[in-house]
Nanobody
Framework: EVQLVESGGGLVQPGGSLRLSCAAS????????MNWVRQAPGKDLEWVSS????????FYRDSVKGRFTISRDNAENTLYLQLHSLKTEDTAMYYC??????????????????????WGQGTQVTVSS
């Protein structure tokens, strides 16, 4: 069974940090680029970051650049997102999503569920004092 399972979300104060994980199974994880996407309550999906299949290339949306770091461990079939200097506007459900090819993409446009091949169930990040 193909699965993407996120974990690591939680409640954190502004300025705090979290590390999200996405455990992949049922497909050749190392062959595909992976992405993090978030959705705040009542808002559209928002692409956050992308990483190529090898991990050599990464892209970030401007609002998280310098604060978030995407990485992957192909030996462990796991995708990560390290979040630092969190702001209240980072509050959202965070999803990992498998791309249909190996190259990372920069996606500043509006995205939809159909933009990626597979999605996890999400992990909630809440930034509040």
């Amino acid at each position: 069974e193909v699965q993407l399972v996120e974990s690591g979300g939680g409640l954190v104060q502004p300025g705090g940090s979290l590390r999200l994980s996405c455990a992949a199974s049922g497909f050749t994880f190392s062959a595909y680029a992976m992405n993090w996407v978030r959705q705040a309550p009542g808002k559209d999906l928002e692409w956050v970051s992308s990483i190529s299949n090898s991990g050599a290339t990464t892209f970030y949306r401007d609002s998280v650049k310098g604060r978030f770091t995407i990485s992957r461990d192909n030996a462990e079939n796991t995708l990560y997102l390290q979040l630092h200097s969190l702001k209240t506007e980072d509050t959202a459900m965070y999803y990992c999503a498998q791309d249909s090819h190996s190259g990372a993409r920069w996606l500043p446009r509006r995205i939809t569920w159909g933009d990626f091949s597979r999605w996890g169930q999400g992990t909630q990040v809440t930034v509040s004092s």
